[in-house]
């Protein structure tokens, strides 16, 4: 006979009572460590936090359209692997940690922004994808900020990735790409996107937005990626 059995039963119970005390105490992990963290704290340790690349200069220079484009960090690693998690993944973990940056980098911004656009995803790669991860990243500051949400506006051919095409390439690639349902009435648009590069696709999606009614656009990314060696991504 086997008395053994009902004690290991009781310890996984045991154990597993602890463990949901414990998520229920302290239930956010630090995404790039996975060390606990307490409800206050952000999604971010502060060690980890210390380490990412920040960039010095957040604030790009003004490339016609755009007002002002901001991207905090650099897409360097742990934040290339972080924002590929997210997308390729669903490591949807990382999405707070990144909104608690682009929330902290608003500073940075002209301040009469009043609406927000997360780059749309076309149709198709939405529903293999399951989510949008500009949307995302982009809800805590719809919160925080009490900023409401562009809607109507699609991108309506399924653009092939950016990754691998020169500056001209991209340009091209997203021609065309965007269209607005209905006129707009915001009148400083904020396009939240996860990564910029040229800034091809924002600038095309930009021009759509001003065309349509929009006054000025600005762009925040969570980063900056170079024109060279950037694999993976369609920014």
């Known amino acids: ?49 210390d380490d990412l690349p920040w960039l010095d200069n957040p604030r790009s220079a003004a490339l016609s359209p755009m007002t002002a484009t ?45 609406a927000l656009l997360p780059v749309p995803l076309h149709w198709r790669r939405r529903a293999f994808r399951g989510f949008n991860q500009a949307l995302e990243i982009s809800s805590e500051i719809r919160r925080r900020y009490g900023l409401s949400l562009v809607t109507g506006v699609d991108r309506r051919r399924a653009t092939r990735s950016q990754s691998g095409l020169s ?37 095309q999606l930009g021009r759509t937005l001003l065309a349509n009614g929009a006054e000025q656009v600005s762009v925040l990314a969570v980063a900056k990626a170079s024109q060279t060696g950037v694999t993976g991504l369609n920014v």
């Open 1 to 49: 006979m086997n008395f053994r059995r009902p004690w290991c039963s009781i310890r996984q119970l045991s154990r597993r009572i602890l463990e949901s005390v414990d998520d229920a105490l302290m239930p956010l992990r630090c995404a790039f460590c996975g060390t606990r963290t307490m409800l206050h704290e952000r999604s971010c340790c502060d060690a980890c936090r």
């Open 167 to 203: 500056a001209s390439e991209r340009r091209r690639n997203v021609r065309n790409a965007f269209a607005v349902r209905r006129q707009l009435t915001a009148r400083h648009v904020l396009i939240v996107d996860d990564v910029v590069t040229t800034g091809a696709t924002t600038r």
């Open 70 to 114: 901001v991207a905090p960090l650099a897409y360097e690693f742990p934040i290339d692997a972080g924002i590929k998690a997210l997308k390729y993944k669903r490591r949807l973990y990382y999405a707070p940690a990144f909104a608690e940056m682009l929330c902290d980098a608003m500073r940075f911004l002209p301040q009469d922004i009043d």
